[in-house]
């Protein structure tokens, strides 16, 4: 079965934009790419963790590893540090050959940083000297300047004489980011960073480090299997699967447009509705759509069958008579703001509606459900042999 997306099949402007291979990238990229991997495969006795993967890293960019737990997130970002050697293809730091298959610069002799889930301070020196760790060709006033610069950066001049046992987890971590820019590294690596802080602190955390990193300018990889905080601090997303690259891009431009099935999926609640495409309309089982509401949809299409991605924001369901319905509520989740209502369309389809959280609908009763979108929808081929797709689209193409 077939992942892809028609970006596939065409060339748009955006997939050159958001191009995952060094060879591809766009005009900004070309000149500014601080760290490239060029179809780097890592395998493990019985599997290939990493699978020819390629990703270039542009200057001063926050770039975020997405992707479910096991999908190599890791192990591509112990490649770029040098703490695993690629099988195959090649690593690259400012244009030199940092490993390959047979060679591998190690960490040390890299210019990387590293901040690690747990952040791993040194618990006997205070704040001060976990930040002054890395600096060891700097001179005593060198280093004084250095860590007091770090220390305000990440406002923990107050400090500085504590040990790491009197902080907060978000202060330790402070210090982390402290210790690891101190050196000024060429790009900072960071592991899961907000993996090991309470909910609350996380979503406070992750605006403060994105800030302090955009402060010091340094360029940054960041791994993650959190959607909304890689959507939430990343100037960049790279979304992994299976060891593989599947889409590269701004957070807006993955979120809207995402280019398969499985990062539409990954990235928040997707439904799709089985769609027929004629010449000037885009036939649904909630009614028909002018093409253009389809980002991209070209007259090729035409006469063909399309899963119209819709997420819980682009529709709206309202209560009506059995005989105007196109569907029946089935599941009702409340999220706090909101509730997401599933509902089951006549043809089978299963979409999500969100509605502000003062509007409460039975489960069971028959709804109407309507587009509410003010953006280009994305939208796939069928995927092939799906026999249920296909029996659903057949129940709304016109015959
Ligand atoms: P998670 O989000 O759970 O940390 P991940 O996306 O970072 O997952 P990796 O840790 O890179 O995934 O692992 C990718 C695959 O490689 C997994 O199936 C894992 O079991 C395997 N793997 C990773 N490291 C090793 C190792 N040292 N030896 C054997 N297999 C490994």
Not at 122 to 144: I, R
Not at 175 to 181: D, H, I, K, Q, T
Not at 276 to 301: C, H, K, M, S
Not at 328 to 341: A, E, K, L, M, W
């Amino acid at each position: 079965m077939s992942r892809e997306s028609r970006y596939d099949l065409e060339t748009t402007d955006r997939t050159q934009h958001d191009s995952t291979t060094p060879s591809r990238a766009d005009g900004e990229g070309a000149d500014s790419t601080v760290l490239e991997l060029d179809g780097v495969v890592k395998e493990y006795a019985a599997e290939t963790a990493v699978d020819s993967l390629s990703l270039s890293v542009r200057e001063g960019e926050l770039l975020t590893l997405l992707g479910p737990s096991g999908c190599g997130k890791t192990t591509t970002l112990r490649m770029m540090a040098g703490l695993e050697r690629p099988d195959d293809g090649e690593v690259r730091l400012d244009g030199e050959v940092v490993a390959d298959e047979t060679d591998s610069v190690e960490p040390e002799n890299r210019d990387v940083g590293l901040v690690f889930q747990d952040f791993a301070l040194f618990p006997h020196l205070t704040v001060a000297e976990n930040v002054a760790f890395g600096l060891t060709d700097a001179d005593e006033k060198e280093t004084e300047r250095r860590v007091s610069e770090l220390l305000d950066l990440v406002d923990l001049a107050g400090h500085r004489d504590a040990t790491p046992d009197e902080l907060s987890g978000g202060q330790q971590q402070r210090v982390a980011l402290a210790r690891s820019l101190a050196p000024e590294p060429e790009i900072l690596l960071l592991d899961e960073p907000f993996s090991n802080l309470d909910v609350r602190l996380r979503v406070e955390m992750r605006e403060e480090v994105r800030q302090i990193l955009k402060e010091a300018g340094v360029t940054a990889v960041s791994v993650t299997h959190d959607q909304e905080e890689a959507l939430s601090i990343s100037d960049r997303v790279a979304v992994m699967c299976d060891g593989e690259m599947e889409q590269v891009g701004r957070p807006e431009s993955v979120f809207e447009h995402p280019e398969s099935r499985f990062v539409a999926s990954f990235l928040g609640q997707a439904g799709f509705l089985s769609a027929w495409y004629e010449e000037d309309t885009v036939v649904t089982p909630i009614g028909n759509f002018a093409p253009q509401r389809l980002n991209g949809l070209t007259t090729e299409y035409a006469g063909t069958d399309l899963d119209v991605l819709v997420r819980p924001d682009d529709l709206r369901a309202t209560v009506v008579d059995e005989s105007e319905a196109d569907g029946h509520i089935v599941h009702r989740q409340y999220t706090g703001p909101s509730f997401v209502y599933r509902v089951e369309l006549d043809n089978g389809d299963l979409v999500h509606c969100q509605h502000n959280h003062v509007k409460e609908l039975d489960i069971g009763k028959p709804v109407r459900v309507e587009l509410d979108a003010d953006h280009t929808l994305a939208w796939y081929p069928p995927e092939d042999g799906d026999e249920q797709v296909t029996d659903r689209v057949s129940s709304v193409r016109p015959r």
